[in-house]
Antibody
Framework: QVQLQESGPGLVKPSETLSLTCTVS????????WNWIRQPPGKGLEWIGY???????NYNPSLKSRVTISVDTSKNQFSLKLSSVTAADTAVYYC????????????WGQGILVTVSS | DIQMTQSPSSLSASVGNRVTITCRAS??????LNWYQQKPGKAPKLLIY???SLQSGVPSRFSGSGSGTDFTLTISSLQPEDFATYYC?????????FGQGTKVEIK
């Protein structure tokens, strides 16, 4: 059974960099698209981007200048870095697997609330 | 970006009712449309992928249809555990985009 688990700080100061890691267990990280999706409190879902085991990435243009997603096959982990955060970046951050670019997100982490505040 | 619009935004229904939620894309997305269920405090759960394929383990009372720009999610007989928020999502192009959600509440 594939499981995803997000980890990282729950509180980040404005202008700093948000860093999260998603650990994948129960399956290989190769040959899948690994995504980050966020949800501000009480609001809808926003796709941040994905990384692939080959190193290719694809980001939401609305966040592209601030986002980096990387995949570490040796650790079965992938990570998110979001720079220059503001209060608008406060959200629950989910990691999710996409088996094929045209399909849905079939496995999700439980989510981690990240609050941006001084 | 492809805009996804769901209707209604919320609905009230009784156990046993048939429920239909619609999703419209701002341009044709072929059949690259997925549906999710989200309960409070939980991650979304994939129900339907590529418009009409039932994800493994999802009850058969859930079904999806449509192609092009118009899609529907149908729950044939609403069960107590189905009260949740439902989202559509297009996987035709990036950035991936979601509908705003439909909250299904108990009548």
């Amino acid at each position: 059974q594939v499981q995803l688990q997000e980890s990282g700080p729950g509180l980040v100061k404005p202008s700093e960099t948000l860093s999260l890691t998603c650990t994948v267990s129960g399956g290989s990280i190769s040959n899948y698209y690994w995504n980050w999706i966020r949800q501000p409190p009480g609001k809808g879902l926003e796709w941040i981007g994905y990384g692939y085991h080959s190193g290719s990435t694809n980001y939401n243009p609305s966040l592209k200048s601030r986002v980096t997603i990387s995949v570490d096959t040796s650790k079965n982990q992938f990570s998110l870095k979001l720079s220059s955060v503001t209060a608008a970046d406060t959200a629950v951050y989910y990691c999710a697997r996409n088996p094929h670019s045209g399909m849905g997100f079939d496995y999700w982490g439980q989510g981690i609330l990240v609050t941006v505040s001084s | 970006d492809i805009q996804m619009t769901q209707s209604p935004s919320s609905l009230s229904a009784s156990v046993g009712n048939r429920v239909t939620i619609t999703c419209r894309a701002s341009q044709s997305i072929s059949n690259y449309l997925n549906w999710y269920q989200q309960k409070p405090g939980k991650a979304p759960k994939l129900l339907i992928y590529v418009a009409s394929s039932l994800q493994s383990g999802v009850p058969s009372r859930f079904s999806g249809s449509g192609s092009g720009t118009d899609f529907t999610l149908t729950i044939s007989s609403l069960q107590p555990e189905d009260f949740a928020t439902y989202y559509c999502q297009q996987s035709y192009s990036t950035p991936r985009t979601f509908g705003q959600g439909t909250k299904v509440e108990i009548k």
